[in-house]
């Protein structure tokens, strides 16, 4: 909505126009009224969206993410919610919604978005004439404090089994329907031997017919509980991998790049391999866990039955377990061995593709041909030793259950002989003896699975554990209106794992609306003062401060609305030019994008374009060039019209004429901002006022800008920039 006090012939700015939606604004009102305030922004930052909308399920992930617990619940009259719950967010009719306060027998006072914290009293007729029947109910999570910490609980993995836990109830299901199936099975060899020991020898078809109608209607009793059990399991198997595909994508979406992985490659690999751990929680061997309890029933039966005809299951169970368990040992070594060779190929191919121009021009691709080679076939190798290893545990448990088949019989003629067994009971005990052996050959592929599975979960758990810039413990304060200053404070920084530091005690402040210019060799540490002034990495010793607040204290959606950054690397990604200026702010509109693309110099080369704003960019902004997708990403950095612009070699890949008709435009636009331009282009310090030169981590110089420059060329100043 714009603003009332911008006059008509005024440019809005995404400052004028309220881009969050309804929803998000009652989440926001509601974490007020909570006592922990968190801006629109930090809420709508990391939760999916499809065109600009956010559904009340994304709402109540983000809800989630705050430390409130919130729910989807259908009231269908608005007295039927209790005054208990409340406050909560009614869904309103034209994607509208409210926070609905109290109720009184006419009345209702509600919170509306666009009103702040004014509370309004409406009709309830009114309100109930535009509510949908739909609320969100929330509620403050209960955390206890640090003392409580001191107990060191066991929490790895918490993500994942935590899910899994969540979809007890229908495992439950699945444990009743295993019960009754493993019941029914008794039914059938129970069925035979009446046949024979009953049936037959008195030629009684009429108990035959009342068996066969009997077991008849097991059969299909059973065949409907097997399907509702595969149901089940796929249902709690397609559920959790949604759950636990969102939450790995959402922690490494908000991983810190200072701790993230060098390579690519092996993030998608560790990835791609939550696959295998999926299979393993929804496979139809899984059920096979749960029928092992009933093995047992199945031997005390056939004892009943024969009795000694179930001494060789006896031996057999031990014997297939051990077996199994013995062959983990050398098969964890080749599954730990696939996984490492699997990684280095996912690199290697991200490599590749990425790299594909250099290669050629390079000449380089028998090199590349042979090294792909060479780790396809270690990977090969591994996955063969692998299937191997888990061929030998599902056949030996096959030749031990055609064993005990023949043991059972052999066992079962003599007890015949001796009168003490009937040729039913033997064919009976037989059929239960190979049902009680199926479990035990299903588990024992399952093992097998078992090591794949834990490589995949230790790997995910690996990544789960990188330090997220939205700690769950951390309550991130909204600050409202900030000074648009920059101060960092002994700052020193150094990645993970390493012990060279790359910024040593680096101090600096940038009053409101100062223009600083740093220039220094390459690898003296630029790039990575500007990230940290962005949050994207976090000082070792020392802090950066906005406006006297400590980053850290900030939520990062915050900041970055906060804080503008134009990275170096100019990234793009499939799809329209619109969509990518527009990338972290899709509900802009048309006007704002235009007038961003106007200051990055986007207008020079698509209005030549027929297709426009629409016009397709490819991947990586492949149908781009160099210049083009840098006019891009400043577009992209300027459209939330932050009040700090740090910029990051922002004309490195354009031309002299493109480069001084940015530069001019950026005078304008960034004339009341605080600027940062980090370049080795010394037309582009035509925009600062000041100059700092870094070198090896260090501040070296720090002054006026003319001052420093006619000091490097009288020589006052001796250092190689």
């Known amino acids: 909505m714009a603003d009332s006090r911008v006059k008509a012939d005024e440019r809005l700015t995404p400052k004028d126009i309220d881009y969050q939606p309804p929803l998000v604004i009652c989440l926001s009102i509601i974490s ?10 930090t809420l709508k930052a990391g939760i999916p969206q499809k065109d600009g909308v956010i559904t009340a399920a994304s709402i109540v992930r983000s809800a989630e993410r705050i430390g409130i617990t919130a729910k989807t619940v259908f009231r269908e009259k608005l007295t039927a919610i209790t005054k208990l719950v409340l406050p909560c967010i009614l869904l309103l009719r034209g994607g509208n919604a409210c926070v609905l306060l109290d109720t009184t027998k006419d009345t209702a006072r509600v919170m509306v978005p666009g009103h702040g914290m004014d509370e309004t009293e409406v009709p309830l007729a009114r309100l109930e004439a535009e509510y949908t029947g739909y609320a969100i109910l929330c509620r403050r999570k209960s955390r206890l404090d640090k003392r409580a910490s001191e107990l060191k609980l066991l929490k790895t993995k918490r993500w994942f089994w935590g899910v899994i836990a969540h979809f007890w109830p229908i495992y439950r299901h699945v444990m009743v329907a295993s019960i009754m199936t493993n019941l029914i099975i008794v039914a059938s060899p129970l069925f035979i031997m009446n046949v024979y020991d009953r049936v037959i020898p008195n030629n009684a078809t009429d108990t035959l017919w009342v068996l066969a109608l009997g077991i008849a209607v097991a059969y299909m009793f059973d065949f409907l509980l097997k399907n509702l059990r595969t149901y089940f399991v796929d249902v709690a198997g397609r559920n959790a991998d949604v759950l636990l595909g969102s939450k790995i994508m959402n922690h490494l979406m908000s991983a810190r790049l200072d701790h993230m992985p060098e390579s690519a490659g092996a993030v998608a690999n560790n990835i791609r391999e939550f696959e295998s751990l999926r299979e393993f929680f929804s496979s139809s061997s899984l059920v096979a866990l749960i029928d092992l309890p009933f093995l047992f029933l199945f031997i005390l039966l056939i004892y009943y039955i024969g009795g000694p005809i179930a001494y060789p299951i006896f031996i057999a169970v031990p014997v297939v ?14 599954i730990e061995s696939h996984y490492k060779e699997s990684t280095q190929k996912n690199a290697l191919l991200f490599e590749i593709v990425q790299g594909l121009e250099t290669i050629k021009t390079s000449m380089a691709e028998g090199r590349m041909q042979a090294r792909w080679e060479n780790v396809v076939g270690m990977s090969a190798e591994s996955n063969s030793r692998a299937k191997i290893m888990a061929n030998i545990s599902i056949s030996f448990s096959v030749f031990i259950t055609q064993l005990v088949s023949v043991c059972v019989v052999v066992i079962g003629v003599y007890l015949i002989a001796k009168g ?15 049902r009680s052996m199926a479990p035990l050959s299903a ?8 090591q794949q599975s834990r490589m995949a979960l230790n790997a995910l758990d690996m990544l789960m554990a990188m330090p997220s ?11 409202g209106t900030i000074e648009p200053s920059l101060t960092i404070t002994d700052v020193s920084f150094s990645y993970p794992g390493t012990d060279k530091a790359v910024l040593h005690d680096v101090n600096l402040k940038l009053r409101p609306g100062e223009k600083v210019g740093i220039v220094g060799r390459t690898g003296a540490g630029k790039s990575t003062l500007g990230k940290l002034c962005v949050g994207l990495y976090q000082p070792v010793e ?13 939520d990062v959606a915050d900041l970055r609305r906060k804080v503008g950054y134009i990275s170096q690397d100019s990234l793009l990604f499939y799809g329209t030019l619109k969509d990518n ?3 972290g702010l899709p509900e802009a509109d048309d006007q704002s994008i235009n007038h961003a693309a106007e200051i990055a110099g986007v207008n020079d080369f698509v209005r030549d374009h027929p297709a426009g704003f629409g016009m397709m960019v490819g991947e990586r902004g492949t149908s781009l060039s160099g210049g083009q997708r840098q006019a891009v990403t400043i577009a992209r950095a300027i459209l939330p019209d932050p009040e700090i612009l740090i910029m990051d070699e922002p004309s490195s890949n354009m031309d002299n004429q493109s480069e001084y008709r940015l530069k001019e435009r950026l005078r304008r636009h960034a004339k009341d901002k605080t600027l940062i331009v980090i ?4 037309s582009m310090l035509d925009l600062v006022e000041r100059l700092v030169i870094m070198d090896r981590g260090r501040i070296l110089v720090d002054g006026p800008k003319k001052a420093v420059l006619d000091g490097l060329k009288t020589g006052k100043i001796k250092i190689s920039v």
């Open 420 to 434: 003490e067994m009937t040729v039913g009971g033997l064919i009976a005990g037989n059929i239960l003896a190979s």
């Open 443 to 450: 588990v024992a592929g399952l093992l097998s699975r078992f």
């Open 321 to 334: 377990v051990l077996f199994g368990i013995f062959l983990q040992i050398p098969f964890q070594r080749i």
């Open 469 to 479: 810039e939205r700690p769950e413990d951390k309550e991130a304060f909204h600050y």
């Open 679 to 682: 370049t080795h282009r010394h």
């Open 32 to 41: 007020r009224l909570f006592g922990k305030p968190v801006s629109s922004a």
């Open 542 to 554: 020392g802090s950066v401060q906005v406006g006297d607040i400590d980053l850290r204290q900030m």
């Open 581 to 583: 200026i527009a990338f």
